[in-house]
């Protein structure tokens, strides 16, 4: 299974970006996707979930912000991030819960990480 983040970049504050996180590899089905970010000198932090129902979850600090979405066709995860300030600025990491198979329980993965700063 490999997990391939993208959309990070530089930004001004205020700005947006989008992530992409495209799932890849032996799968049978996807529980929660979701995406965590890094700040430094900070611990990993959890951002937005959504569930293989539709159910979503956001920390406090970018409700009304940011907005999780996920194709499953596509076994891909989003991340809509608007208005953006300086303390957005970390690595963001997705991270899927799946099944290999079947037979397996499922098991949770992460992405590289893609980095985005909010800086003017």
């Known amino acids: 299974v490999q997990l391939q983040a993208s959309g990070g970049g530089l930004v001004q504050p205020g700005g947006s970006l989008r992530l992409s996180c495209a799932v890849s590899?032996?799968?049978?089905?996807?529980?929660?996707m979701g995406w965590y970010r890094q700040a430094p000198g900070k611990q990993r932090e959890l951002v937005a979930r959504?569930?293989?129902?539709?159910?979503?979850t956001y920390t406090d600090s970018v409700k009304g912000r940011f907005t999780i979405s996920r194709d499953d066709a596509k076994k891909s995860v989003y991340l809509q991030m608007n208005s953006l300030n300086a303390e957005d600025t970390a690595v963001y990491y997705c991270?899927?819960?799946?099944?290999?198979?079947?037979?397996?329980?499922?098991?949770?993965?992460w992405g590289q990480g893609t980095l985005v700063t909010v800086s003017s």
């Open positions: 959504i569930t293989n129902i539709g159910t979503t």
């Open positions: 590899g032996t799968i049978f089905s996807i529980n929660v």
């Open positions: 991270n899927v819960v799946l099944r290999r198979t079947s037979r397996d329980y499922a098991g949770a993965y």
